[in-house]
């Protein structure tokens, strides 16, 4: 017999925990933290239960089915579309009056709908209690207290989920109780039909409204919904459903139905909610603290500066071991094929062109995964909410939201997933602007560039250079941002909505997860991107017009670099070896390390005394801490990887936008990297 098919979607506020359920159940690794924003797009998986095929929909982040960002376009029009047999609207226990006003808004649509009480734990440590059986009476639909991170209730939230596909119609709602002034205010007596009532005068014009809608588009489902809809001017619907109404008829009535639902909302928190008055928690004085408008600033770059300090002293403690490994690696292989009688050309490709190449990357994997395991401690412990709430007031000034910081975050990260989150940004012209600065922040590719330069040329310095990389790319990211806003003629006030969740000990699971899917990519790039770029080096510093050659500036690497050397010059970067390296690093920005190894003829640069040599064949060239600083700052600030260029294409839907995006950030690293050397030349 066929297993019976059903569909269900997650649907919840940000940081409520929908993605831990959805691994919960299905198993996937998709990103958690504990801050708001991580999911940007619907991600699909599915399980059985019992005789069922569950197929699950993880939706994004949204507070409302009023949608403004492109995130809650995506769940808005997956709820109202009917796909989904049966509707999880999983909410924060402990936030549950600000959880609820989405919810009510489910029930509205009037398709099944269970609500799933997540972090009930956290309640129960400020030591509240939600009365479930009233809350279920109060509602008209499921409530099942459930726990992702440990599992908990599982079972049960699936077993409910299969009996509320059955139910057609969200029954009437038991209002004995309530709030005198609220049960006594309408004379309709709607509630003996609808879940949710309004004062008369709302009432009569959605009689009026659905009237309309009847006649001219009868097939609507749930006429009252659209008419509530409407009476809010939802752009979306009064797009969609144009109909003539009397022209004294007034038509706007967003606030007055906002403040009757959290009138209703404030009516079932009083009775479901024991115990209101809590003491102060953990985590509202950590806040006086770290979001102070004087501390929280300069605590967010002293904690960015102590993860560089870690990243540095105990990362390069780790490479010691990485560099014994790959030289040994390097040596048998060299040994081998040279005793096997191969051709010297075959063996330099493998060891001086894929093995150096290829080993000069992974060794810096230690650094790479200190720093990843860093940055998922701050965002799994909630830390990464309050870095955009104190960033909120700077970031208005240059006119952009707080909320895009969190994408500026996650560039530190990786630039891919950092553009992706932009979609959180209400205003089409502030995610092209949060596109075009994201890349400005310091990703981890960049971070072996950093490392192996500062290391070599200002040794004991080399955590506060490395450190000043990122802290530049910050500004100019905002300076960036800046300039935009002063030419720009619309200018946009913000107001900042955004989740600060409680504090707490990340899950040793969810921090394995997100750092192993992160050495993951970087293993996965090591072995594709870079195992090819390597090998491209290679054929281009050993091959030029004439064939394979061992003098390296007879070579076709030799011939694009000179041609255009004199570009880089004002630079400090005029070295056609460096410039050849530069033009590399665009398929990622990690092969500019392993294109340098190859360009500057050190041989399985797998080695610390081989790492000197590099050292000492720059300095032989005139090369020292000023031209190395600028590197790293060109490095920073020029052309994204080709994985961020593809990304903007796909967010930005825009061939010339991703074209202004690589010929801004070209002139930007120029010009900045320009005045750096220009004025160091100066002074020193």
């Known amino acids: 017999m066929n297993n019976k098919q059903i569909k269900v979607g997650f649907i919840g506020n940000p940081n409520c925990g929908k993605t831990t359920l959805f691994n919960a159940y299905t198993g996937a690794n998709m990103k958690v933290a504990n801050w708001p924003s991580v999911t940007v797009e619907k991600m699909e998986g599915s399980f059985q239960y019992k005789d069922y095929n569950v197929k699950l929909v993880d939706l994004p982040g949204t507070y409302s089915l009023t949608s403004y960002t492109m995130e809650e376009q995506i769940s808005r029009e997956y709820v109202m579309s009917g796909t989904a047999d049966v509707i999880i609207n999983v909410a924060d226990a402990s936030l549950l009056e600000r959880n609820l006003y989405l919810t009510l808004q489910l029930i509205e649509w009037g398709r099944p709908v269970i609500l799933a009480l997540n972090m009930m734990d956290i309640l129960e440590k400020q030591g509240m209690e939600i009365d479930l059986h009233r809350l279920t009476e ?47 205010r309408y004379a309709h007596n709607h509630h003996t039909a609808f879940f949710m009532m309004y004062s008369d005068e709302i009432e009569d014009k959605i009689n009026v409204i659905q009237e309309k809608l009847k006649e001219k588009y009868p097939e609507i489902y749930n006429k009252r919904w659209h008419a509530i809809k409407i009476l809010e001017g939802d752009r979306a619907v009064l797009d969609q459903y144009m109909i ?40 509202d004085k950590a806040d006086r603290i770290l979001t102070n408008q004087w501390l929280g600033f300069p605590l967010f770059l002293g904690i960015m500066a102590l993860i560089f300090f870690l990243t540095f002293t105990l990362g390069n403690r780790m490479k010691d071991y990485m560099l014994m490994c790959i030289s040994a690696v390097s040596d048998y292989v060299q040994v081998r094929m040279t005793g096997a009688g191969i051709h010297i050309a075959v063996i330099s490709l493998v060891v001086n062109g894929i093995i150096s190449g290829v080993g000069g990357i992974l060794i810096f994997l230690p650094n790479i995964f200190i720093l990843f395991l860093a940055l998922a401690f701050l965002e799994n412990s909630g830390y990464m909410s309050r870095v955009a709430y104190v960033i909120d007031g700077i970031m208005g000034k240059v006119g952009l939201s707080g909320r895009a910081f969190i994408p500026m975050i996650l560039g530190f990260g990786c630039s891919v997933p950092a553009i992706m989150a932009s979609r959180a940004l209400e205003h089409k012209r502030d995610r092209l602007k949060t596109m075009l600065i994201t890349p400005l922040i310091s990703c981890s590719a960049r971070l072996p560039v950093y490392v192996l330069f500062s290391q070599m040329f200002f040794e004991k310095y080399a955590i506060i250079v490395a450190h000043s990389m990122y802290v530049i790319g910050l500004l100019m990211a905002v300076l960036v941002a800046f300039i935009i806003h002063l030419f720009n003629k619309r200018k946009t006030e913000f107001d900042l909505l955004l989740e600060l969740p409680e504090y707490k000990i990340p899950s040793v699971k969810t921090i394995v997860i997100y750092v192993w899917e992160k050495v ?33 500036t007879q070579s076709f690497g030799s011939f694009i670099g000179r041609k255009i050397v004199f570009l880089f010059q004002p630079l400090g970067l005029g070295y056609w070896q460096i410039i050849v390296a530069l033009i590399a690093g665009i398929s990622a920005k990690e092969v500019v390390i392993s294109s340098c190894f190859v360009l500057f003829g050190i041989q399985n640069m797998t080695s610390q005394a081989r790492m000197t040599n590099l050292s000492n064949v720059l300095r032989g060239m005139c090369f020292g801490t000023l031209n190395a600083y600028c590197m790293m700052i060109f490095c920073l600030l020029y052309t994204p990887c080709i994985a961020t260029l593809a990304t903007i294409k796909k967010e930005s839907e825009s061939w010339k936008f991703t074209g202004i995006c690589v010929v801004f950030q070209l002139l930007l690293a120029w010009f900045v990297t320009f005045m750096f050397y220009q004025i160091g030349n100066a002074f020193l």
């Open 244 to 283: 003539e109404l009397p022209v004294d008829f007034k038509c706007y009535y967003a606030k007055e139905i906002i403040n009757e639902k959290y009138d209703f909302i404030d009516a079932i928190i009083s009775e479901v909610l024991v115990n209101k008055d809590k003491k102060e928690t953990f985590t």
């Open 138 to 184: 109060m509602l008209g639909i499921p409530v099942i207290p459930v726990n992702a991170g440990i599992k908990k209730g599982l079972d049960i939230l699936i077993h409910t989920v299969i009996h509320q596909k059955a139910r057609a119609k969200i029954t009437s709602v038991i209002y004995h109780d309530v709030k005198t002034d609220l049960k006594n």
């Open 520 to 552: 993951k990519d970087y293993l996965k790039k090591a072995s594709t991107t870079i195992f090819i770029a390597s090998i491209i080096m290679w054929f281009l510093m050993n091959f030029g017009v004439e064939g394979y050659t061992s003098d390296i």
